[in-house]
């Protein structure tokens, strides 16, 4: 057979289709292949995507020669499919997308040799006190490395040293670390609920029989979800198989990280942005040779190249967070779908409050809905609201008596207390009594936070920051500065006035010392070293604190004025949540909502627990709305240093627009959010039935116009998650 003589080699940056080169005589290529080719005046990686024997209407001398094929792990079959579905489906490049499925053949070269020590039984030629607590240390006989035994007898590395050159330990070559560890199926089997059985059956029998479908596990928090898909993890091990699952915020999974290592022996692969490039690396190979056998990680790890998938599991599965809201636009748990039904194996959705379009789907029929009507254990909390507009805080003050007497009563009774408010910093608006001026970001159309405990003015959208300013850059007035409601250190402050004897924690994303820092102070609250915690929604995340038994609700208004269409159901969620976190492990826990709107009907679904009663009045709007998931948008962003170049634009583009049945182009318009990173932006948003191909008509629109030229730019997102 005549090897091919041509390859389309996709290269991972912002073109749309591959390009064609010619195969030197003596290469063997498959597709997959990582290669690399002349792009211009440089060498550029890239994966072959197509081989032919003809050049596609190409000259043959015009065709440049592939350089080198390298020898690491193709981009398999089914990643290549995802990438032509995803950039087909967001009407991104092509070579975008592959970008996030590839790693440099530099990442993936072998781990250098790890030198360890080992005792030799020859005592040295003079003996210290450090050389003596190594040699304690090295007694056993057992292989360290070098870093570890100096760290266990508490020395320097130059004792170490000291110690080989004297032949009281001898330098050995460790075996290379593990990308995974071996993972028990039957290490310790859990002690079930009915429900629990039912379902973690269910998902079992959905990895024995193979094939893709989309099972919905819908349990209300503490219902013990984690320990149901992971009996789903615990089939597939069985089976020699891989597993993948999804968490949304994979930094703060520290608690999950211990279940799974209780459930199976050892900790899974993680795989996020904070671990190094050797790390992942080695991760990679692992998963694209088996050696990995299960992988917990963000919505990157949906383009690991696994050598024998058999389970997607996408936990919380209604988390924003899924969503890229830069670069290339998708969403974590619908490509997580997508992948399923590309390589043929069940996905598992889990949530304490699904989304409304996973709900809609379960109740039509695409998925499989596994119901956990109650708590594994403990109770859920009792809930009632505060009325502001009738018990009000004092003036200056944000928590009210009632909830200030829940706070008291439970901090005496020894329980943890949690305030939240979805509000990062000290004040969002820092405003001059003399003459109004609102503190803005020169870079973007919002105001300036206030972080007193870091002593900084700071912009959430471009990240701009500055010193409190001494004098109002409009009337020169000094000391006139007021901050003007409250964010978590401003409540933070008042419990140290109200509640001196408390120990007090703030968990917040921004909060000095990193995600190091957060995974630490989480760990704190579950062992109940904090009376009161006072978090924003990072205290919504899934975690498990034992000790909480009472939940107040700062302002549950917060999401309710918004007009992003998704603003009630997200409201819910989070509230839902967050209150979901006390009373785990006790009776007697309590949840206080103070809002001005206690008639709001979802302020009333949460006071009662109808779950089902907010899912069918938030459905049948959506639907009778002709919104997603029972119609279809795309938003479409237009930006431009200059406020008429942008507009100029987007008015074009709507020009443009071909007349189709059912299809309206609302805009453009002025962004929420005009002017971020000093860039205006004008909004248009595409509205269009439910089973219409709008990404196909959007290609086809696009097309026919022309591209943005100079500084301006065009950013779609096809399904918007964000309306600003």
């Known amino acids: 057979m005549v090897p091919p003589l041509y390859a389309d080699v996709l290269i991972p940056v912002a073109v749309d289709r591959p390009y064609s080169y010619r195969i030197p005589a003596g290469m063997e290529l498959g597709p997959g292949d990582v290669v690399s080719v002349p792009l211009g005046n440089r060498t550029a990686l890239g994966a072959v995507w197509h081989l032919r024997d ?61 030198i360890g020590v080992r005792i030799t039984g020859q005592p040295p030629g003079r003996m210290t006190p450090a050389r003596a607590r190594v040699l304690a240390v090295a007694a056993d006989g057992l292989a360290r490395a070098k870093g570890e035994a100096a760290r266990e007898a508490g020395v320097s590395g130059g004792v170490i040293d000291g110690l080989i050159d004297e032949g009281a330990l001898e330098a050995i070559v460790l075996p290379p670390e593990a990308a995974g560890l071996p993972l028990d199926p039957d290490h310790h089997l859990p002690d079930l609920t009915t429900a629990q059985r039912d379902a973690a059956q269910a ?75 050797t790390r992942r690396g080695r991760i990679w190979t692992g998963v694209a040779t088996g050696e990995v056998r299960a992988v917990i990680g963000a919505r990157s790890a949906l383009f690991l190249p696994f050598a024998d998938l058999g389970l997607i599991i996408a936990d919380e599965e209604h988390e924003g967070a899924y969503k890229q809201d830069d670069g290339v636009h998708y969403h974590g748990r619908d490509m997580a779908v997508v992948r399923g039904r590309i390589d043929d194996v069940p996905v598992v959705l889990a949530s304490a409050t699904p989304s409304v379009e996973s709900r809609v789907n379960a109740d039509r029929g695409r998925y499989s809905r596994l119901v956990l009507p109650e708590r594994f254990a403990g109770e859920m909390p009792a809930i009632r ?3 502001l507009r009738r018990e009000a805080p004092p003036r200056g003050r944000w928590i009210a008596p009632a909830l200030e007497t829940a706070v008291r009563e439970a901090i005496e009774a020894k329980e943890q207390a949690l305030l939240f408010l979805n509000r990062r910093g000290y ?39 500055t010193p409190p300013l001494e004098h109002c850059p409009k009337c020169e007035a000094v000391d006139s500065f007021v901050a003007c409601g409250p964010g978590v250190e401003r409540l933070a402050e008042e419990c140290a006035t109200l509640f001196p004897e408390a120990r007090l924690l703030v968990l917040s994303s921004d909060m000095a010392g990193g995600i190091e820092r957060i995974r630490q102070e989480i760990e ?86 109808d779950r089902e009663g907010f899912y069918a009045a938030e459905i049948a709007m959506r639907e009778e709305a002709a919104l997603p998931p029972f119609g279809r948008l795309a938003a479409l962003v237009v930006s431009a240093e200059a406020q008429a170049d942008a507009m100029a634009y987007a008015r074009m583009l709507v020009r443009s627009v071909p007349a189709t049945e059912g299809v309206r182009v609302l805009g453009p318009a002025d962004a929420p959010l005009a002017l971020v990173r000093g860039r205006h932006r004008i909004r248009l948003l595409v509205r269009a039935p439910r089973a219409f191909d709008l990404s196909g008509w959007m290609r086809s629109w696009l097309s026919s116009v022309e591209a943005p030229r100079g500084n301006v730019r065009l950013e779609i997102d096809v399904d918007p998650q964000s309306f600003l």
């Not at 089914?78 to 997308?97: C, E, H, K, N, Q």
């Not at 094939?211 to 020699?240: I, P």
């Not at 608006?429 to 105001?447: D, Y």
Request: charged share 20%; glycine share 10%; net charge positive.
């Open 427 to 465: 004040a969002p608006l820092t405003l001059c009594r003399s003459c109004g001026e609102r503190i803005q970001c020169p870079n973007c159309s919002a105001w300036l936070v206030d972080h007193r405990f870091r002593r900084r003015l700071i912009c959430h959208h471009c990240g701009f920051s």
């Open 385 to 387: 609201t505060v009325d």
């Open 203 to 277: 998902i079992a029998d959905g990895v024995a029989a193979g094939g893709f479908q989309t099972l919905l596990l819908d349990g209300v928090t503490g219902s013990g979800k984690t320990e149901v898909y992971l009996e789903g993890v615990a089939e597939v091990l069985r089976r020699g198989r891989q597993a993948l699952i999804l968490v949304p915020e994979i930094a703060l999974t520290t608690q999950f990280l211990d279940r799974f290592a209780l459930r199976f022996g050892h900790r899974p692969a993680a795989w996020h942005s904070g671990i190094g490039a």
């Open 524 to 609: 704190a609250v579950a062992r109940g070293e904090a009376d009161i915690v006072i978090g924003t929604q990072l205290v919504a995340k899934g975690h498990n604190f034992p000790h909480l038994a009472l939940v107040g609700v700062i302002d549950a208004d917060l999401g309710l004025s918004t007009a992003d269409p998704r603003a009630g159901e997200r409201t819910f969620q989070l509230l839902q949540q967050v209150i979901g976190r006390a009373g785990r492990a006790r009776a007697g826990a309590r949840a206080l909502i103070q809002t001005h709107l206690p008639e709001h009907p979802i302020i009333q679904a949460i006071v009662k627990g």
């Open 54 to 114: 003809e050049a596609g209407g190409i000259s043959h001398n015009r065709l440049k020669d592939i350089v080198q094929r390298h020898d690491v792990p193709p981009v398999p079959h089914g990643i290549r499919r995802l990438v032509d579905w995803i950039a087909d489906y967001t009407l991104s490049p092509r070579g975008m997308v592959l970008r996030m499925a590839m790693r440099a053949p530099d990442d993936l070269a072998p781990a250098r040799p790890r």
